[in-house]
């Protein structure tokens, strides 16, 4: 546009709901094609509408309206878009003509003529009185017969600023529309704008700040303040993070406003923030409370729409992007640097680095991707983990080149170029060289190929490499009131404010305790060893674990008493009443120090424990109510394998793996309606996760059962999961794609095939081959007959001799 002269009209048409007309509505259903009875059904709705004007206190007589739809209707704003689709498409025809000159993104590619959302309307032309006129004349036509109206009130007309003033003011006089400099703000911030600086998120840091100000901090506990930082502020500031990558200013000023509402202000002042900023933005499986910090959850949200410029979604915003900046290039070298670019495309390329650590290509043939020169198997081409030279006739080989369709992989062409993890990682990893789907890239760092805001968020902070502690994971899953929790997780870390903690913070001089003298008052002290407190455990734990009980260090305490076995006389859930037992403990101690109301001991002592075994019997009743109502209910039943139908054969079908991502392996066994062996084999593949190994188990399984002449086959399974992804038809960008399509491929097959799952008790066939598989080399092989070790299990599934399991248990018909 800098070299364009263009203008921009953005006109709202007026009051929409009561002027649209019923046979241009009729007119409309009749052009998108729906059958005359959808017709019919849709005007009856919107034509048999009565209304009545409450006038004076009193209803006049019911009015029958001749045009409109009704205001509240959920189906009214399908209809008023489907009705300005009409003037999109008169809008488009008189492009076509050349009649209308649409604003030119680049010299020769992507026009824009016109933006919708929802009633208000975005029009791009030339600068010309001629463009005027049919501007005009487009909206004329389109009100005439629809029975809008423009509301040229609320309708302004911007132009490039390399228009002379006088001729802007000509066509604003022509348009009876009047100049502005800008188009207002679009979800917060301006449509239009220059420089970025600080000063263009002024109104954005001073709205959340609002916000969280109409709520009285002082009147709401911590975990209520933490509660509305997350949902409230961080909610507020989700559209600019999505589309703009903010200043760090900016990104500072909201952490702080976040911050002071949380710890509080007093005269102006922030209080004392007991816990550090960095341990509150820390996850909550480390540590910390799991709030984002502002600069980082704008980074995991720009990942988002890089995301969609990498893959080239099929969306406007994208399309304008990647025509105007993107060129030819492909995958995440789309995301470049180009002189001269807008925010937004910076904001995205500053994304390409996170984006590279999810990245990955779903290969289904293999044909158009490279075997050495893209990341495929690896987030990182495979010549950068080879441990000697490859040469150039190799290094421009496709994956495709590499597989042979009747013995897999030609290890010999590479596996003495590349680590043996990596090779054992390829030896699983499948190629079907008969899908007719392009290799295309997905997010590796999900189950299901879909990029997701919070993986990429975890990928900055780079959790998956950490193992969390089972004591926070235990904190939040604790049955007490948030505050409760958010108490326990700030005790755990010794960050309550005692008088330890404010001596050392120079809030204090004496750090002793105030029925103790001479006794620091530590975390510990003031939940466990003050003479108060101990009355009160020593009633509640029971004599033969006090001595552990008192001996136990911070760290040691805290863990041991968070679990769920009990160490006190207490029946219920042991971490949750301990959990309301420090707290209660915590508050009589405040209200002691504070408000000067201090209970005799056996008064606190009775105090303390009658609260706390109030909320944890209320608790405890409440999950056990629940549980009896929820599908999670257990039941014991006696599970065995079953002969198949007469005629048919049962296939079993089992998959290993040696820890995450080690060498997974297959076991399969075919069996007639006797129950005597027909065929069976096992499999050690490569590394690899546990449910690809099922898979790998299911496609084999299938194989060899078509090969021996099953035609009904029922094909049975301990993973629900492998089961649910060949039913559930997944895109091709799961991660497991190719393999599925695969199976599908065979299950299409002139055979009849019934999925059934089955537990491990009825499975113990299959499972002895898939763990016994590990000890083969690597490859597939057939079992004519049962191994002897196997003898005794095929008896006992013949006798059907069944084992007691505890399953779901299933609701009465």
């Known amino acids: 546009m800098r070299t364009q002269q263009k203008l921009i009209p953005k006109k709202t048409p007026i009051t929409w709901i009561s002027r649209l007309r019923w046979d241009f509505i009729r007119d409309t259903l009749i052009e998108v094609g729906l059958p005359s009875t959808w017709i019919s059904r849709i005007m009856t709705c919107v034509e048999e509408n009565k209304m009545r004007i409450n006038w004076n206190g009193k209803l006049t007589d019911p009015i029958t309206p001749s045009r409109g739809v009704r205001q509240g209707d959920p189906l009214s704003p399908y209809l008023f878009v489907l009705c300005m689709e009409r003037l999109a498409h008169r809008i488009e025809i008189a492009v076509a003509d050349r009649q209308w000159k649409p604003l030119s993104v680049t010299s020769h590619g992507f026009k824009l003529s016109h933006l919708f959302f929802a009633d208000d309307l975005i029009l791009f032309a030339e600068a010309g009185s001629k463009q005027i006129d049919i501007i005009k004349q487009c909206l004329e036509d389109f009100c005439s017969s629809s029975g809008q109206k423009v509301n040229l009130n609320k309708s302004v007309l911007y132009v490039s600023p390399n228009i002379r003033r006088d001729m802007a003011q000509n066509l604003s006089n022509r348009a009876n529309i009047p100049l502005t400099a800008d188009l207002g703000r679009y979800l917060g911030l301006n449509a239009i704008h220059g420089r970025v600086t600080k000063t263009r998120y002024k109104e954005l840091v001073l709205r959340i700040q609002k916000k969280l100000a109409t709520w009285k901090s002082n ?96 969306s406007l915003w994208t399309k304008l992007l990647l025509e105007k900046y993107g060129g030819n290039r492909e995958g995440i070298n789309i995301l470049q640097k180009k002189q001269g670019s807008s925010l937004a495309w910076r904001s995205f390329v500053s994304t390409a680095n996170l984006l590279k650590k999810g990245l990955a290509i779903n290969v289904k043939s293999g044909r158009n991707t490279h075997f050495w020169l893209d990341p495929w198997i690896l987030q990182v081409p495979l010549i950068e983990r080879a441990v000697a030279d490859v040469s ?171 679990k769920d076995d009990s160490t006190g006389s207490w029946t219920g859930n042991w971490n949750s009443f301990f959990s309301l037992m420090i707290w209660y403990i915590w508050k009589c101690r405040n209200e002691n120090i504070f408000r000067g109301i201090k209970l005799s001991i056996p008064t606190f002592c009775h105090y303390v424990t009658a609260k706390a075994t109030d909320w944890a019997k209320t608790w405890d009743s409440a999950s056990k109510t629940l549980s009896t109502s929820s599908p999670h209910r257990r039941e014991e039943v006696l599970v065995g394998w079953s002969k198949p139908p007469v005629g048919w054969h049962k296939l079993n ?145 013949m006798l059907r001799v069944s084992f007691p399991r505890q399953v779901p248990q299933r609701d009465a018909p």
């Open 219 to 314: 009147c709401l506990s911590l975990a209520s303040r933490i509660t509305m930082v997350r949902s409230v502020a961080s909610s507020m500031a989700v559209y600019p993070m999505f589309s703009e990558l903010l200043p760090a200013s900016v990104c500072n000023d909201l952490d702080r406003i976040n911050r002071q509402f949380i710890w509080g202000e007093e005269d102006g002042k922030s209080k004392f923030h007991p816990v550090a900023w960095e341990l509150m933005t820390t996850p909550k499986s480390q540590g910390g409370i799991g709030i984002r910090p502002t600069k980082l959850a704008n980074q995991a949200m720009l990942a988002k729409g890089g995301w969609k410029l990498t893959t080239r979604e099929d």
């Open 392 to 562: 150039e006739d190799q290094k421009h080989k496709t994956v495709a080149d590499m597989w042979d369709p009747e013995s897999g992989w030609r290890m010999e062409e590479f596996h003495h170029l590349l680590p043996n993890q990596i090779t054992d990682k390829i030896r699983a990893t499948p190629i079907d060289p008969l899908a007719m789907e392009e290799d295309r890239s997905f997010w590796s760092l999900t189950t299901n190929g879909h990029f997701s805001v919070q993986s990429a968020y975890k990928a900055i902070l780079q959790q998956q490499e950490q193992q969390p502690s089972q004591i926070w994971k235990r904190i939040w899953k604790l049955q007490v009131p948030e505050r409760v929790r958010v108490f326990v997780w700030m005790a755990a870390h010794g960050k309550i404010t005692t008088n330890s903690v404010r001596k050392h913070r120079h809030l204090a001089q004496d750090d002793s305790c105030p029925d103790c003298p001479g006794a620091p008052e530590t975390v510990l002290h003031c939940l466990r060893d003050c003479h108060r407190v101990k009355v009160v455990w020593n009633r509640t734990v029971e004599q033969q674990n006090q001595a552990e009980f008192y001996n136990m260090s911070h760290e040691a305490w805290f863990k041991e008493n968070l």
């Open 653 to 797: 079908t089992d998959g290993a793996a040696q820890g995450h991502q080690g060498i997974v392996s297959t076991g399969g066994a075919l069996r007639d309606h006797d129950g005597m062996w027909t065929g069976g084999f096992i499999s050690k593949l490569g590394s690899g996760s546990a449910i690809l190994a099922e898979l790998w188990g299911i496609l084999k399984g299938l194989e060899l059962a078509w090969k021996k002449g099953s035609r009904f086959l029922i094909l049975e399974s301990d993973s629900q999961l492998a089961l649910h992804l060949i039913e559930k038809r997944t895109d091709n960008v799961h991660p497991h794609s190719t393999i599925l399509g695969a199976i599908r491929r065979l299950l299409a097959k002139e055979w009849v095939v019934r999925l059934v799952h089955t537990y491990r008790e009825g499975n113990r066939v299959a499972d002895w081959l898939s763990k016994h598989s590990l000890i083969y080399p690597f490859g597939t092989f057939e079992l004519d007959d049962p191994p002897s070790e196997l003898n005794r299990i095929c008896c006992e599934d």
